[in-house]
């Protein structure tokens, strides 16, 4: 069947039919009209799937994919045409230029966190470009998954725009046909097999990954607007948004009342009790909500299978005699305060590493060693995942997990070692902004960084010694709403990038194009036998070159 698909797309490609502007425009119009005229079949669709809320559906999917189609429909014109490039004057007369052209027949691989606009943006841009389309949405989204491959071809050309269902299986077998490109969004381990399968056919991939993307902030940033902001990108869909704030570094000075701040804007977005508001969203699956069950601190979920009295009088027993050993062991080892404590640590420091960002291993993983005197110890807080300041409530039967800030967060908790993809929010207390950038650069590159602060210097040090696939200043989730800015990460959470023109080349090959009129065939200079006229002339143009 997959096989099948492939070589009719192909088929349709060759025939030539999807390179007019007028069947590309024809297409975008479709996809505009396929996500307005339904809304509701969207939103019920995403309810259904991750209990997402209607207003996060409209603004956060289905209006940027209308806005997209209708962004790169209007400069077709521009981006197709001839762009005249100058040549080199030995050459003269001579003329060249480069032209766009559609590489044929494109896989998109979407995920299930935004089911709708991580599937039909890559294709608005795709089609823009003059492809053949499949897609294959996520079997973790079915309700979604089975509305696109019911809508597509009501609304799209069912000959070179094509949907597949299913799970592993037929995405394996989807991979083991030569595409022309490979577009695939989701985690790293399947980027990796992806990559793989690509590999086999030196098909051309874009990769959209994640990984853990941090945000600082110290003391010249205006708290409240910050704890805002940073509560509406981690929480927006339930924390499962691939460019969300993983984590905090704040300074000493700040980072308790923003703690305690974001906790406050979480109350305002979403009320007393998060599980009755309409706005806040579940997670995905069981799968998922087990594994960021196992973030948060210890003690704090409790067993999935109700136990006899025996075993939870047991269990309570050992949880309160490990934290009594916990909290021991931190005043014996540190009876001298915070600041010995500090100093015995920066004693035994491994050698420090340096703030360049060269210096970072595109390999690292998220539990690389830290230098201890990057993070600060919070006193009071004994736990790896730390003290949580709100939420920490969950509901197995829902998929609920309350929106959790957790402050004084050790890096060696196992809210560090992954990206969390869920509405738990670690804050680390960091001295300062070089600090963090220590710490940011011991770990794999994020799809995103975002600084608040409004000092000049430090934004200006962020900006020229972190990497990351976007910088934002004062601004989660603001370039993912752009069509005029390129989306994409770098290292491990990712490979190229799309968005409006970005995305058209993605999707393009652009073509080199040279023309030399054949009278004067000034071309006879430079043919062989070469005597020594010709090596006087050749010395000649060598000083002009």
Not at 275 to 284: E, Y
Not at 502 to 510: E, P, Q
């Amino acid at each position: 069947m997959t096989n099948q698909t492939f070589e009719q797309l192909k088929k349709t490609y060759e025939s030539g039919r999807t390179r007019p502007l007028a069947w590309r425009r024809a297409q975008l119009n479709a996809l505009r009209r396929l996500v307005t005229e339904n809304r509701d079949a969207f939103v019920s669709s995403a309810m259904a799937d991750l209990g997402k809320p209607a207003a996060e559906t409209v603004l956060m999917e289905l209006n940027l994919v209308a806005g997209e189609a209708q962004f790169v429909r209007n400069r077709l014109s521009l981006w197709t045409a001839r762009h005249p490039k100058a040549m080199h004057w030995m050459l003269q007369p001579a003329a060249g230029w480069t032209i766009a052209e559609p590489k044929g027949v494109v896989l998109i691989i979407s995920p299930w966190n935004y089911p709708v606009l991580l599937a039909l943006e890559p294709m608005a841009d795709a089609l823009a470009a003059g492809n053949a389309v499949c897609l294959k949405p996520s079997e973790l989204s079915p309700n979604t998954s089975k509305l696109l491959a019911e809508l597509v071809p009501q609304y799209l050309d069912s000959e070179a725009v094509r949907v597949v269902e299913g799970g592993p299986k037929e995405t394996g077998e989807l991979l083991k046909c030569p595409f022309n490109h490979i577009f695939y969004t989701g985690g790293g381990h399947v980027g990796k097999i992806v990559m793989r399968a690509a590999a086999e056919h030196l098909t051309p991939v874009t990769l959209e990954l994640g990984g853990k993307s941090p945000c600082f902030v110290d003391r010249t940033a205006d708290i409240n607007v910050a704890a805002r902001r940073i509560a509406w990108g981690k929480f927006t869909n339930a924390g499962q948004t691939c460019v969300a704030p993983d984590y905090v570094l704040a300074t000493p000075d700040v980072a308790e009342a923003l703690a305690e701040r974001i906790a406050v804007a979480i109350t305002e977005f979403y009320g007393e009790d998060p599980k009755a508001s309409p706005d806040f969203g579940r997670i995905i699956n069981d799968r998922h909500f087990e594994r960021l069950c196992k973030l948060l601190p210890v003690g704090t979920v409790p067993p999935e299978e109700p136990s006899s009295p025996l075993v939870q009088v047991a269990s309570a027993v050992g949880a309160a005699m490990d934290m009594v050993g916990r909290r021991f062991n931190a005043v014996t080892t540190g009876r001298g305060g915070a600041g010995e404590m500090a100093g015995s640590a920066n004693n035994a420091a491994k050698p420090t590493a340096g703030s360049n960002m060269a210096a970072a291993d595109d390999g690292a993983t998220a539990s690389a060693a830290v230098e201890p005197s990057e993070i600060h110890k919070v006193p009071g807080v004994f736990g790896l995942a730390g003290r949580i300041v709100c939420g920490g409530k969950v509901d197995r039967a829902a998929r609920y997990i309350a929106p959790t800030v957790l402050y004084g967060t050790s890096p060696d908790a196992p809210v560090m070692k992954e990206e969390i993809f869920g509405p738990i929010l670690p804050i680390l207390v960091v001295e300062d902004a070089e600090s963090a950038i220590r710490f940011i650069n011991k770990r794999s590159r994020p799809l995103a960084a975002y600084v608040f602060s409004r000092d000049h210097e430090v934004r200006l040090t962020f900006e020229r010694q972190t990497s990351s696939g976007a910088l934002g200043y004062s601004l989660p989730l603001g370039h993912l709403l752009s069509s005029r800015l390129p989306f994409g990460g770098v290292g491990a959470s990712g490979i190229d990038a799309y968005h409006g023109k970005a995305g058209f080349l993605t999707f393009s090959h652009v073509k080199t194009v040279v023309t030399k009129p054949q009278f004067p065939d000034t071309l006879r200079l430079v043919y062989p036998p070469f005597n020594e006229a010709k090596a006087k002339l050749f010395n000649i143009i060598a000083k002009f070159s």
